[in-house]
């Protein structure tokens, strides 16, 4: 994207954004009236029922029980970030939003850049965090070697300080991170005339066969935020229990895609993606020409009419928009899912919408892989805390790593006691027999053990 491109884009979206909380403030009295008002979780959690476990700072976890949510849940409620502490200035959703969209990211972390050759020849990105690392860097896996962290930004290419920040941080207590960029996106060349529709995993499959090609032994986690969570959670559902992830996590995920596409958004925020999406592919608008009809795409005034155009009228094979969101809706292998996925919401989101519209509470209730955690106040991506503290969403996400990762080492630890256990008792049977002893039967092993142990039991 050219330099004046991105500033352009960046201060229209910013205008608009300005005049929206201004005059959402002016509605309401004043700003700080807005920050004084607490969002009302009752109509929020009513469609999650009872089974809700309250959480320090009004925050509540929703899950299906099981040994591995009980375990998330004490991580949880130990959690100091989930505490409440000053309200920053910043409490108000529109603005913690708008300041993670617009404003300038700052020092970031030293990339390290690859791109990677598709199948189809086309071209992906993965910049590598290399620094710069604290002096206090703490090894969240010791004995092993360093996770590698996998994170998804948005669907726009939008890399926000957020995710930069998640960067610093997970390298800082001893992952690995590595930012994965679409084609065409984030200076990544479009080198064929095709793009990534919204919820199709293939390019990812192939990103994640790179990572693990480098760090073969490295457990691998995923970290996604925004509308990216569609990406990361299609290829968790499409891939099942072959996706080499140990455990994921979703920033503000988008999960009703389609809905959300054709309600719309509030206007400075379809507004403001929408034109960043129209000056990201302004650059590749003669490579498209004879795939896309250009002319229309660029006239789209929404997101659902540029995604349509996009994908669906295509000049080769087009397809209707039913169609188009059955081979996309991020949960429509979501039952194939054998990975634990932490969703992190607010209930003062404005760019997904209220939770009880836009969450499927039975997920949450079904679903034992699914996590979510509904906190009062966020924003959209935002979740803010007092300068310099990152956001407080990243450090949740870090920590249920590391119970994730203190489970499972739990569990196979378990797994091979039972296992010398059942190796010692079979040789003394087989030595009782030889001195002509009577051995005591094995059949109450089977309640001293848990030979069919599940975490999602």
Not at 202 to 211: H, R
Not at 389 to 394: D, G, K, M, N, R
């Amino acid at each position: 994207m050219p330099p004046w491109g991105a500033a352009l884009a960046l201060l229209l979206a910013a205008i608009a954004l300005l005049l929206f909380v201004v005059r959402r403030a002016v509605e309401t009295g004043t700003l700080l009236r807005e920050q004084e008002e607490e969002p009302n979780l009752g109509d929020a959690t009513d469609p999650f029922g009872d089974r809700c476990d309250p959480l320090p700072g009004g925050c509540s976890f929703i899950c299906k029980p099981s040994a591995l949510a009980q375990c998330l849940l004490r991580a949880l409620r130990r959690s100091v970030v989930l505490e409440p502490g000053p309200r920053p200035w910043l409490s108000g959703p529109h603005l913690q939003t708008f300041c993670h969209f617009v404003l300038p990211v700052g020092p970031g972390p030293e990339l390290a850049r690859e791109y990677l050759q598709l199948a189809d020849d086309g071209l992906v990105a993965l910049d590598w965090v290399v620094g710069p690392c604290a002096r206090g860097r703490r090894v969240t896996h010791s004995g092993g070697l360093p996770a590698v962290l996998l994170v998804v930004p948005n669907a726009w290419g939008r890399l926000t300080r957020n995710v930069l920040g998640l960067c610093l941080l997970a390298l800082e207590r001893g992952y690995y991170p590595v930012i994965f960029h679409r084609r065409g996106h984030h200076g990544c060349p479009l080198v064929n005339p095709r793009l990534q529709p919204f919820g199709d995993p293939s390019d990812l499959k192939e990103a994640v066969t790179y990572i693990r090609f480098r760090h073969p032994a490295a457990p691998l986690f995923a970290v996604s935020e925004g509308s990216g969570s569609a990406l990361l959670l299609s290829y968790l559902g499409e891939c099942g229990s072959s996706s080499y992830v140990t455990g994921a996590a979703c920033i503000s995920p988008v999960l009703r895609c389609r809905e959300w596409f054709e309600a719309g958004l509030p206007w400075p925020y379809e507004r403001g993606f929408l034109l960043h999406q129209k000056i990201a592919l302004s650059r590749y608008a003669t490579a498209l020409e004879d795939t896309v009809d250009t002319d229309k795409l660029f006239r789209s005034r929404s997101l659902r009419e540029f995604e349509e155009t996009l994908f669906c009228h295509t000049k080769s094979s087009p397809i209707s928009w039913d169609t188009y969101w059955d081979l996309n809706d991020p949960l429509r292998d979501v039952d194939e899912a054998a990975v634990p996925v932490l969703c992190i919401c607010s209930a003062d989101d404005p760019v997904c919408g209220p939770p009880e519209r836009t969450l499927p509470a039975e997920l949450f209730h079904s679903n034992p892989y699914f996590f979510l955690l509904l906190s009062h106040r966020g924003g959209h991506c935002g979740f803010l805390r007092q300068e310099p503290l990152p956001a407080w969403s990243h450090e949740v996400v870090l920590e249920s790593f590391r119970a994730l990762t203190e489970f499972f080492r739990m569990e196979e630890r378990m797994k091979g006691l039972s296992r010398r256990r059942t190796s010692f008792l079979g040789g003394r049977r087989r030595w009782g027999a030889l001195q002509k002893r009577e051995v005591s039967p094995s059949s109450s092993l089977e309640e001293i053990f848990s030979w069919k142990r599940s975490y999602t039991r």
